[in-house]
């Protein structure tokens, strides 16, 4: 049986959970113009990772039904690299900062990966 016992002790969850926060924190500042557009996407996406990675922690039963949700939550890191892409053109947020959440991001995609390649380390078995 696996050591996990809540997908919050995952540092993968941690890490996208902060990111999320930090993107809602950042498009904050985002013009009203964009608010059903750019932020609500960027918001819904970052919010993403870690809900399919909740959902992916509870169907450990079933790997499939684990790595599918896991690759959701991978898609939905890469969708909020593109949007924080399109902040930077936009000139709302510096490049450097785009840069330092891309590479967290990265991160977060790798370790991801990580579960999808080994997932017996995660899933439950009888």
């Not at 490049?95 to 891309?102: F, K, S």
Request: net charge positive.
């Amino acid at each position: 049986m696996n050591k996990y016992r809540s997908h919050k002790e995952l540092r993968v969850y941690k890490l996208s959970y902060e990111l999320a926060m930090e993107i809602f924190r950042l498009s904050k500042g985002f013009p009203v113009e964009e608010k059903y557009a750019l932020t609500s996407q960027i918001r819904n996406s970052s919010r993403s990772v870690s809900a399919n990675l909740t959902e992916a922690f509870r169907k450990r039963r079933y790997p499939k039904s684990f790595i599918a949700k896991l690759s959701d939550s991978e898609s939905e890191a890469a969708e909020t690299q593109t949007w924080l892409d399109f902040a930077r053109d936009c000139n709302y947020i510096k490049p450097e900062h785009c840069e330092h959440l891309c590479k967290k991001y990265d991160h977060v995609i790798g370790m991801i990966v990580t579960m999808i390649n080994a997932p017996e380390k995660f899933t439950i078995t009888k």
